[in-house]
């Protein structure tokens, strides 16, 4: 069955720092989606990506779909101890919504 | 509009028992989704619903059962505890599957313990 990879499993920086995250499927995607889980929270959508090579910005936070739809990275520049959590990804291909295992993100400041 | 609401927050059964996870959503979504979510395994779907009275099994399903008669409510029952069902689990809505804009809207959660 499809099959979502998240590297890494975890990352610490210095605030400041940046911090990505990187997402790959087995099987070509419809569109790819990114959520944040707070530490003791729930996972809250940030964005939805539908098309090839497709780039979005929010404020710090930029989201790319690769050309051939099977990955996608997740880019925070200069990290702030709010973007402490748990960011998923999660593709929808030929099956319903499959997450990664996600990258948990520790900020030092 | 309250969004998806969880009952229990938390719950302990004892192996061999069984209980109802509800879940309901006020935002007349269609598609509605049940995950467990356990350390380092990131979030497995269990069972889903794309509509009242339909439903289909996840990647994890057995040990689960579920119903969807009406468009806000979606419980999960648990037939036979076992403490391999010892999990986080998340109850999640969106307007539509597929390829669609379909933000996952989820519940705050309801974390299980079985002894």
């Known amino acids: 069955g499809q099959q979502v990879m998240q590297i890494p499993q975890y990352q610490h920086v210095q605030e400041g720092e940046d911090f990505t995250t990187y997402c790959n499927s087995s099987?070509?995607?419809?569109?790819i989606q990114w959520y944040k889980q707070r530490p003791g929270g729930h996972p809250v959508f940030l964005i939805q990506?539908?098309?090839?090579?497709e780039v979005k910005k929010q404020k710090r936070l930029t989201f790319q779909f690769g050309e051939a739809k099977k990955n996608s990275s997740l880019h925070i520049t200069a990290t702030q101890t709010t973007d402490v959590g748990t960011y998923f990804c999660?593709?929808?291909?030929?099956?319903?919504?499959?997450f990664g295992k996600g990258t948990r993100l520790s900020v030092i400041a | 509009n309250a969004g998806v609401t969880q009952t229990p927050k938390f719950q302990v059964l004892k192996t061999g028992q069984s209980m109802t996870l509800q879940c309901a959503q006020d935002?007349?979504?269609?598609?509605m989704s049940w995950y467990r979510q356990d350390p380092g395994m990131g979030l497995r779907l269990i069972h889903y619903?794309?509509?009242?009275?339909?439903?289909d099994q996840g990647e994890v399903p057995n040990g689960y059962n579920v119903s969807r008669s009406t468009t806000e409510d979606f419980p999960l029952r648990l037939l036979s505890a076992a403490p391999s069902q010892t999990s986080v689990y998340f109850c999640?809505?969106?307007?539509?599957?597929?390829?669609?804009?379909?933000?996952?809207?989820f519940g705050p959660g309801t974390r299980l313990t079985v002894l």
């Open positions: 999640a809505s969106s307007l539509a599957g597929g390829s669609s804009y379909n933000e996952q809207f």
């Open positions: 999660a593709g929808e291909g030929n099956t319903p919504l499959v």
């Open positions: 935002m007349n979504h269609e598609y």
């Open positions: 990506l539908v098309k090839s090579g």
């Open positions: 099987t070509t995607l419809s569109n």
């Open positions: 619903s794309v509509g009242a009275g339909i439903t």
